[in-house]
């Protein structure tokens, strides 16, 4: 070809021989397919991903725990150090850690004679009229 000699060679001028070929994408492998959803639920992802593991640093020495462990360590670790947004998590979790058995259900045996007075005022004032007044002559 007469222009490949007339042709120079220098910036923003490759060679012929190494310039993109018709046809051909300059990003042979390209950016790759994304991946389609896979079936799973939230709950199955949740497990999987939580039950995995990772390296964490204790005491100096690099150790592998499960991330839902490492996770409950840093919080447990924030509220020990007077981080409130941590301690109202670990006194939220503080019930489920206990299980239903150990949470105590209040009974009727339980109530006072002020929850008794509380109780009857309230059933005094939702099945009367607004503005009627109770046995006390208070306005309930």
């Known amino acids: 070809m007469a222009d490949d000699r007339d042709y120079k060679v220098g910036y923003r001028k490759p060679p012929l021989h190494t310039r993109f070929q018709p046809g051909r994408s300059g990003n042979g492998k390209g950016r790759p397919k994304r991946r389609p959803p896979d079936d799973e ?11 995995s593991s990772v390296r964490v640093n204790v005491q100096g020495k690099q150790i592998e725990i499960r991330k839902i462990d490492a996770i409950f360590e840093q919080l447990i670790n924030l509220a020990a ?4 947004a ?9 019930p489920h850690a206990q299980g ?3 949470q105590p259900q209040p009974t009727v045996e339980d109530q006072t004679e002020s929850d008794e007075a509380i109780i009857d005022r309230f059933l005094r004032r939702h099945r009367g009229a607004a503005g009627d007044l109770g046995e006390d002559g208070e306005d309930v």
Request: charge should be positive.
């Open 81 to 84: 150090r007077g981080n409130l």
């Open 86 to 94: 941590a301690i109202r998590e670990f006194v939220k979790l503080v």
């Open 41 to 51: 639920s939230f709950e199955e992802m949740f497990r999987r991903l939580t039950r």
């Open 100 to 102: 239903p058995a150990r």
